[in-house]
């Protein structure tokens, strides 16, 4: 089994976002362990793009601070390695295609497995174009995290009929940003999926609170918050971590506890 | 061909590199324009409209004081400022009308960058009774207010882009998240060659009137081939839609004139394919201005149409086959074209085909009397006037 299979072993996963080097190294380590000792099972860390066409303007802001300090993917997995030293929470990064690429594929998927980063979120690389990457990744570990969208339709046997880690199943339309109400119907979404595989669910874009992590935990095996944890990153510069902790406890002890644990 | 290429694929460019939530929507479009593509009513209301609303076919007018001027090749320039709204964009958006109608869409959302193909997708979008909304960025808001104007005129909403550098790619960008949000109604309509599969295939096959009528009117004209095609390059859609019918002949150099703003060695460039290198941006894999670590690059021209860090992904492949090649032109040298075709031919072409329009210069000198350049004019410059005076120096009080 991956290593993020298991984070979804007997509960319900509570996944949080924050953007590596936002507002600063050391505060990304400090964000990072306050999550998971608030309780996240799994850390995505974004690695900030020039263009991220897939995210809302809390994101976008948040890699206009990284880019401030001279955020580079290097200066990210030094990021990694002190979050290496003072927590074994599971991380996966969330970054576009290009970033990789340039770096090379090889390069970058060997620094993953050797830092212990388990998976990769490319919102710019559908099903088609993952043939480059795949064997490479699965070289070293490293799982390729697909997203299904409220769209994905009849392309959802393709896609997570093979899918390995987790499966990121978009809640909405659009860019990330957090929403009052999702109007898809997650639970068909889900039950779709599962037609397929049983590699575990997580629910995100436009989750933030306890209401919404006790009601989707109760459909997927996880849920996953991005732009309100960088909302408060944002807030409390370089003195969220405390925040952070308390909202992943808040979050965390939202989500449904699974009986047979 | 030795290998059967992925669809979408030109050599290692192309593809579709774009989020889940438009892959549907894209095999839709895919599938669509297949059928179109082949149907004949599809075929018919589309030369219907190019010949009677947008009035085509354009001329290809011989340059004689122009070649006596340069005194080496003819040359003869593609009129394409002469359709219906000013440019060529009119072409493309008028056959991605049609598709969207095809479709079921009600909605046609466009980037722009000088504004003509804003221009052009609200015109359309007015003709067949469609809502229309443009993205814009605040810097090309700013410099070319009069388009911006037009498109309101013609029932469009114009939002201007504050994100990013401001310009064409955030623009895409805009756009491109708007699409995202909202397929169902919405049509997006690409105004370049360029982004995901089959958009540069579709937008090539649109403006690829261009070179068919091209190569009919040089044929009758002259009862050769020419011996270049000369065209600017943004994305690449008037450049691809001059040279597609050429292609396969190989005695017509293909010539692509890039923006080199401030010089191809400044910073202050939009030269892609002189010093970009590959990456994946906007759906596809192309040549692109970037950093090292894959941060797209921030790009300058004079030229608001050209102002773009990529370019389409044929181009990218045709550059790298060799059967293309690429030069850049400077602000300097763009506006000195536009200046010199106005006083020698009397004609006002955007400062987009301006930087054709120099290479021409440079290169027609150099080659016999019996040779032929087609340049294609890509537009027309009544919206660059007031720009040039201040690039010039002179207040025109706009
Ligand atoms: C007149 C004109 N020419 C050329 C271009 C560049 O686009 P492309 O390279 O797609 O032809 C533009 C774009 O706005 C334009 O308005």
Redesign the interface.
């Known amino acids: 089994m991956s290593e993020l299979a298991k984070v979804f072993q007997n509960k319900k996963a509570f996944i949080g976002f924050v953007v590596a080097d936002d507002p600063d190294a050391d505060s990304t380590v400090k964000n990072v362990v306050a999550l998971a000792e608030g309780g996240a099972d799994l850390v995505e860390l974004g690695i900030p793009?020039?263009?991220p066409?897939?995210d809302g303007p809390v994101i976008?802001e948040a890699d206009l601070r990284a880019f401030k300090v001279g955020v580079?993917?290097d200066k990210i997995f030094e990021i990694v390695a002190a979050i290496r030293k003072e927590t074994a929470v599971p991380l996966v990064f969330l970054t576009?295609?290009?970033?990789v690429?340039?770096?090379g594929y090889d390069k970058f998927c060997a620094r993953c497995q050797k830092l212990g980063v388990s998976g990769l979120i490319i919102?710019?690389?559908?099903?088609?174009?993952k043939d480059d990457l795949a064997p490479i990744a699965a070289k070293y570990a490293v799982d390729l995290i697909?997203?299904?969208?409220?769209?994905?339709?009849?392309?959802i046997e393709k896609?997570v009929k093979h899918a390995t880690g987790f499966i990121y199943v978009?809640s909405s339309?659009?860019?990330t940003g957090t929403r009052n109400t999702i109007k898809t119907d997650l639970h068909q979404l889900i039950q779709q999926i599962r037609q397929y595989t049983d590699t575990p669910t997580a629910i995100g874009f436009g989750v933030h609170t306890p209401e919404q992590a006790s009601e989707l935990g109760a459909i997927a095996d996880g849920v996953i918050v991005g732009s309100a944890i960088v909302k408060l990153v944002a807030q409390h510069g370089t003195n969220a971590a405390p925040a952070l902790k308390k909202y992943a406890q808040e979050m965390k002890a939202a989500l449904p506890v699974l009986s047979a644990e | 061909m030795i290998e059967k290429q992925k669809k979408g694929r030109y050599g290692i460019y192309g593809?579709?590199?774009?989020?889940?939530?438009?892959?549907?929507?894209l095999?839709r479009i895919e599938t669509t324009y297949n059928e179109a593509k082949n149907d004949p009513e599809f075929q018919k209301e589309l030369t219907d409209l190019l010949n009677n609303y947008a009035n085509r076919p354009s001329l290809l007018y011989h340059a004689k004081r122009m070649s006596d001027d340069l005194g080496g090749a003819q040359i003869y320039f593609k009129r394409e400022d002469l359709n219906h709204t000013g440019a060529h964009k009119i072409n493309n958006v008028i056959g991605q009308a049609l598709l969207a109608k095809r479709l079921g869409k009600t909605r046609l959302i466009a980037e722009t960058g000088a504004g003509q193909h804003g221009v052009a997708t609200a015109t359309i979008a007015a003709l067949f009774g469609m809502s229309c909304e443009i993205y814009m960025g605040k810097m090309d808001t700013d410099r070319q207010k009069l388009n911006v104007y037009r498109m309101e005129l013609l029932g469009a909403k114009v939002h201007s882009v504050t994100?990013?550098s401001m310009v064409l790619?955030?623009a895409i960008?805009a756009a491109?998240?708007e699409w995202?949000?909202?397929?169902d109604d919405t049509f997006y309509v690409i105004g370049s060659a360029v982004g995901p599969h089959p958009f540069p295939e579709m937008v090539r096959d649109f403006q690829s009137v261009i070179s068919r009528e091209a190569r009919a009117q040089i044929l009758k004209e002259t009862g050769k081939l020419p011996d270049a095609i000369v065209a600017c390059v943004g994305g690449g859609s008037n450049a691809i839609g001059s040279f597609a019918e050429f292609i396969n002949d190989p005695s017509v150099q293909l010539i692509g004139c890039e923006a080199a703003g401030r010089g191809v060695d400044t910073d202050q460039t939009a030269a892609t394919l002189e010093r970009g290198s590959t990456?994946?941006?906007?759906?596809m894999k192309s040549v692109?201005l970037?950093d090292?670590?894959?941060?797209?690059d921030k790009v300058y021209s004079i030229s608001a149409g050209l102002d773009y860090p990529g370019v389409g992904p044929e181009h990218a492949a045709l550059n790298a086959s060799g059967r293309a090649q690429y030069v850049g032109i400077t602000d300097d040298e763009a506006v000195d074209a536009f200046e010199y075709i106005a006083k020698t031919e009397g004609i006002i072409a955007a400062i987009e085909s301006s930087h054709a329009v120099a290479y021409v210069e440079k290169m027609a000198p150099k080659m016999r009397k019996d040779q032929v350049i087609i340049c294609t004019l890509s537009g027309r410059g009544d919206k660059d006037v007031a720009s040039i005076a201040k690039y010039r120096g002179v207040d025109i009080n706009e």
């Open positions: 793009f020039s263009d066409v897939a976008q580079t993917p576009y295609l290009n970033i690429f340039k770096y919102p710019d690389m559908p099903y088609e174009e697909p997203l299904v969208t409220p769209t994905s339709g009849h392309r896609i978009v339309m659009g860019v | 593809g579709q590199y774009i989020p889940e939530t438009l892959m549907t929507e095999e994100s990013g790619k955030d960008n491109m998240q995202a949000s909202r397929v990456g994946i941006f906007h759906g692109f970037q090292k670590f894959g941060q797209i």
